[in-house]
């Protein structure tokens, strides 16, 4: 390369080099340039007083427009705190219902349940009896990821009914095969709901799945002979009345009166005078436990903000079909957005 080639590339690599530290260097840091130096008064002649900045000049030999920390950039490129833009309050994202996938969220609430067992589905095992509705009100946990929840709670619940006159499935019309029944029992159930969804709406998911369970019973459960006859009360079955028995008729013959042992193929337990059962475990007839198995069951759940669910959910389970409803409070917390800035401005026209 000849000479002055290599002399004009120096030279235009040091111009830009130059060009680019002035424009890194900020107005303020870069040294202020000497004052001239003022000629020296004449004799006698009194001094000059000291210039005063104007108002709003910078102070102590700094640029104008000097940096503020925080500001924003005036009209020169230089922040200022006063020309800082307003700050802008978005508050939170409460009303963002969405789910991060592979992140669990946790909701807990109260749960309501309404079991009806129509009479024809009871007619397949007894005959006489009547539909049975009974209530369960609970306590649940949802813990929730991908769109699948897994819900387990306690629930309790009551199985009352009325008196029921009731007999065995295809038995002969005969007073021995009639007895009263009524309930009174009552069961702590634990049990978990597996269930899974499909969005159709921002705020809402189908859900379809399973509930396993199961209830430990306690109360009582009468079971008593009946007799034909009259009285409070009473009851009625293919044109017939009857009462309860209210002492055992150990007579031999049997009288066929319903009261004596032998009209109940010879039992061993006199069930008069509002005989009570005992449990499985003491030989009788009252459960000590129920299952409870719900397929299928499906619903809908609502999350209109960030911590709160409801579902609405019906199905049917061996104790009948059920219906019911829940609300549970969200632990997720809500992610505060601002305050925020607004955009900086644009840079200085050159």
Sequence with gaps: MPARHGRLALG????????ALAVATPAAAQAPASP?????????????????????????GAAAGGASAGGAAGADGVARVADAPPVIDVGSNMSDVSETPERTYL???LRYRGVVLPKFLLDAFVEGGQTIYSNNIGLELDIRKNGFSV????????????????????ATDFVGNY??????????QATVDLLWST???????FEYGIGLGVGFVFGDLLNNWVKE?????????NGKTYVQCDAAEDRTPSTGSGCNPRDHQAS?????????EPSWANGGSKPNVIPWVAIPQVGLRFKPVKQFEGRLSLGLALTGFWFGFSGSYGFERPIARGPELAPPPPPPAR
Excluded: C, W
């Design 12 to 19: 235009l690599g040091a111009s830009l080099l130059g060009a």
């Design 36 to 60: 001239p130096k003022a000629a020296p008064a004449a004799p006698g002649a009194p001094a000059a007083a000291p210039a005063t900045p104007a108002a709003g000049a910078p102070e102590n």
């Design 107 to 109: 909701f807990a609430g």
């Design 151 to 170: 819900i387990p709670a306690l629930t309790y619940s009551e199985f009352g009914t009325n008196d029921i006159l009731y007999k065995d499935k295809g």
């Design 179 to 188: 007895a009263v029944g009524n309930s009174s029992l009552k069961a702590i």
């Design 199 to 205: 969005k159709i709406h921002r705020m809402i998911d």
């Design 229 to 237: 006859g009259t009285g409070n009360p009473q009851y009625s079955a």
């Design 268 to 276: 061993k337990v006199n069930r008069v005078g509002g005989y009570l």
